[in-house]
């Protein structure tokens, strides 16, 4: 085998423009598969971080009315839907694979924060309860949290992120100014930011409408105990789960929200349930889209593949023919049709590994090149790579077998003869 692959460096090496030429279809379609692959991981990727997030595992199990969210800025939540009990939240709590949760309630905050004159023009009022920051990765950046006397006595006190800090007080610290929520002041006392914070990646408007939501302008935080006081009545709860993993994520939330929805008695007939978000699911399908589209184009790059493999064969066949009489010395003196099939096949599979390394490292650095010109991301696959080669091995088999059934089938005689 040794003897048989040196046999074939030197005979490549001997026709390196030849050689070079039958390659480049091989390094052709590799590059092409290996530059696909690429674009397609990294922009699965890339999707999962903008609907998971970088780590943070956290799940939203929202009220529903006949499928959508239900939005109480514009709508009251029907009879039988009340507050989620100390004792419903523990055994949620206690749920495999749950490392927190927390109930909070959210509006729209448009029109209805303002410093002074100026007023937030988006974003969302969120009421939580002790355990939110935690279960939600956030963390002080200036000032503090909510204390315990803030909510067992509702006391009027907010925290704010920095998208709301940067739009209302341009610049300045919020730390100790009054805020107007609805109409009730509240003293800013923190500025909060999220641990496990990323960089949403924004390339085209349909990515803007996919993933960002008004969140993305700003988060105002009162304790939970103020919500009445602001919206004059308690509201419907919301759920804020912390998973173990990125994995356990769809499981948590179905269990939570199963719970939840054993407890609703919704009286006058309304659709309403409690659904868990499913990021994962719609991460899913999002790259099944993406992914059926990039398929055709592997299909595409796979035919200058066939090709190369075409011309591998061809080649294969005039080097049998140029060597005929060399083949008819070698069995002439013993060789068997083994010793001269294996040398012809490895000749091949030499070749087409060859072009298969080439069209690697190639596709690796185009691969690079695309993520650089329209920013599209990029992620290598190891797996992809080490296949590419394979099969670009298996393609040096096919090919080169009907060259080298021939080499093993010439006649000793008529090959001596051969001029």
Known sequence: MLENIRLSFRGIWSHKMRSFLTMLGIIIGIAAIIAIVSTIQGTNEQIEKNLIGSGSNNVKVTLQKDGYDMDLSYETAPAGVTEVSAATLDSIKELDHVKNAA?????????????LNTALSGGNITGVDDGYFDT??????????F???DYANARRVALIDESVESSLFSGESALGKTVEIQGYPFTVVGVVTEKDSYDLVINSMDDYYMYAHDDSQGNVFVPSGTWPVIFGYDEPQNLLLKADSTDTMATVGKAAEEILNSN????D????TYKAQDLQEQAKQIQQLSQSTNMML?????????VGGIGVMNIMLVSVTERTSEIGLKKAIGAGKGAILGQFLTEAVVLTSLGGLVGVLVGVILSKVISMLNGT??????AA???AVLFSMAIGIIFGMLPSYKAANLNPIDALRHE
Not at 103 to 115: E, K, M, P
Not at 377 to 382: C, D, F, Q, R, V
């Open 264 to 267: 609703l008695n919704v009286t």
């Open 385 to 387: 790579a080490i296949l």
């Open 298 to 306: 592997i299909w595409i790059a796979g035919i200058s593949l066939l």
């Open 103 to 115: 109930l909070y309630r959210t509006r729209q905050a448009s029109n209805a924060v303002y410093y």
């Open 269 to 272: 007939g309304s659709d309403v």
């Open 136 to 145: 939600a990765s956030y963390v002080v950046m200036k000032g503090r949290g």
């Open 377 to 382: 991301p990029t992620a290598i696959s190891p």
């Open 147 to 149: 204390s315990k006397n």
